[in-house]
C-alpha cells in the first residue's frame, strides 16, 4: 500500500508539533482519498485560511495529497524516512501505517525513549506547550532550547 507525505507550513509562524502531528506526517493509504481523509483524523484540516485557521499571508498549513505523490515506502520529499536529515524546520514525522502502528522520526520525537513512542502524554510535556497543542518552535535551535 501507498504512503502520502504532509508537509507543515509554518503558517502564522509556528509549527503543531504534538503526538499527532509533527512538520511532517506520512500516511500509508489505498489512495489519496483515503490518505487525505486518515489525515484529518490525526489533526491536519486543509483550505486553512479559507477557514480561518491559518495566516493569510503565510498561506494554508496543510495541502491535501494527490495520487501521483504517492510513495512506494515511508519518504518526506521522496526521501526514504528513515535516511532523511531533520534539521531546520524539519524537527519530526509521525508516520501512520494502514495496520494502526505510529512510529516517530527525527530530532523532535529522538529525544525520547524509542521504546515509549506510545506514551502520548510523555510526549505532550516533553514538547512543551499551551493546552490548544501550538508551540512557537521556528528552528531547530529553538527545538534545542526546550
Ligand atoms: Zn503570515
Redesign the pocket.
Known sequence: MPFFHFSQNN???FFIENDRVQSHVVVEAANADEANARAEEVGIYFNGCYIGE??????DRWYSVYSTEAEAVPSIYGTPVERFKFKGYDLGAWVYYSDGRKIGYGAALDAHDPNDLDDDADLRREIARGSDGRASINSYSDWLRY
Open positions: 503558517s502564522g509562524g491559518d495566516c493569510d499571508c503565510c498561506g
